[in-house]
DNA sequence: GTCCGTGCAAAGGATTTGCATAATC
DNA sequence: GATTATGCAAATCCTTTGCACGGAC
């Protein structure tokens, strides 16, 4: 289970770290501000520091753990990483985030930076929107 | 000329609105941010107040006049709204930006969405990496 | 026991805002 | 001349950091 996932990457582990990793592991939603895991936590009495939410989010970041995503809004977003590429719809007005995966898009993105020579590390499409739900 | 890009989204004609247009449809580059704006005109002696770069900005934007973009960077960067929409590649190393359009991820996009019911209002698709220069 | 992790509070950077002055129409 | 825009400095929001203490191995 998740003690593995710090081991596997060289983190000790310890309780914060444990209880971060379960909230981003929570059925549910799948996408957290720093302050959506402080509020997580502080709900169940399990009292963490910010400060801390965000040294382990950016430990986890570097390890590959969780992707930190930069949608409109002002702060980060993080995710656990599971290994399959996925975009994502946002929805403006609750916030929901909708993952899809569409692999025609993919290669047309490799077509292109081949084509121009980029050497791609990374790339994120994110649709904003209304989602069913909130028409 | 610009002076009626103002006029057509009903704002004053001001010499901050005036020289931030300028700065933002120069040649060259295309993709700024507010500090960059700053410092362009703060080299050629022409001082404006940074709150003054981000109202306007912020008008711009609401008016449809420029796009805010949230690269991984913490700021923002605006671009000149010219109509047609495309897409980016961001070099990690220069932070050039490159500009792309690709019909099929649009269309590909445009049949998701409708598929889930989702009502896109806008999107963004950026591919971070290294460009041709940088390697 | 050593070393790394955490909490707290203060610092940091980008952006916003309140208020008095200055500019546009 | 009335109304809106600007400059300045202070405030705000998210995030990072310094330092002393506590916990993992």
Redesign the pocket.
């Known amino acids: 289970m998740e003690k593995n996932d710090l081991?596997a990457v060289g983190?000790?582990?310890?309780?914060?770290?444990m209880r971060i990793l379960e909230v981003l592991s929570s059925s549910g939603d799948r996408h957290f501000?720093?302050?959506d895991i402080y509020q997580h936590l502080r709900d169940i009495d399990k009292?963490?520091?910010?400060?801390?939410?965000?040294?382990?989010?950016?430990?986890f970041e570097a390890a590959g753990l969780v992707i930190r995503h930069n949608f409109s809004e002002?702060?980060?977003v993080f995710e656990l990483n599971q290994g399959c590429h996925h975009d994502h719809l946002v929805c403006l007005q609750c916030r929901r985030v909708i993952e899809f995966h569409d692999p025609v898009i993919e290669e047309r993105q490799d077509a292109l930076t081949q084509r121009v020579g980029f050497k791609a590390t990374d790339h994120s499409l994110t649709i904003y929107g209304i989602c069913q739900d909130c028409q």
Chains 1, 2 share one sequence.
Request: aromatic content about 8%.
């Open positions: 081991k983190l000790k582990i310890t309780t914060p770290r501000s720093a302050e009292d963490i520091s910010v400060a801390t939410i965000y040294r382990v989010l950016t430990q002002a702060y980060s």
